[in-house]
């Protein structure tokens, strides 16, 4: 799943919301793509385990190159925190698990 960031600190997950997906239990790993320019340049995200671990962070408004990615799998809806909050000069990637809705055959 991606989509484009747009300078905020955080984004719901869910059908409907700001990344229209099933709300998953847990982000699986996360990069950013750098789209400015003529090169597309990813850049892998640690993925925080714990709420503890986002708390850590003492300058959550930092605005600059992302580094971390945080999922609160709230209900009904989940956040995805991004720190720093990266700029409209980058697309947000995330893995999630989804469910298989049927095989298109057996073999």
Do not use: C
Not at 15 to 32: K, L, Y
Not at 70 to 97: C, E, M, R
């Amino acid at each position: 799943m991606s989509f484009a960031a747009t300078g905020a600190q955080s984004y719901t997950v869910g059908a409907g919301q700001s990344i229209n997906i099933t709300r998953p239990d847990r982000i699986e790993a996360a990069f950013v793509r750098l789209v400015n320019g003529p090169q597309a340049v990813d850049y892998p995200l640690d993925v925080l385990g714990s709420r503890e671990d986002y708390n850590k962070i003492a300058l959550k408004g930092l605005s600059t190159f992302p580094q971390i990615a945080f999922y609160d799998a709230a209900y009904p809806y989940g956040n995805l925190y991004i720190w720093p909050a990266p700029t409209n000069q980058y697309t947000i990637h995330i893995s999630v698990k989804t469910q298989l809705s049927s095989f298109a055959s057996l073999t």
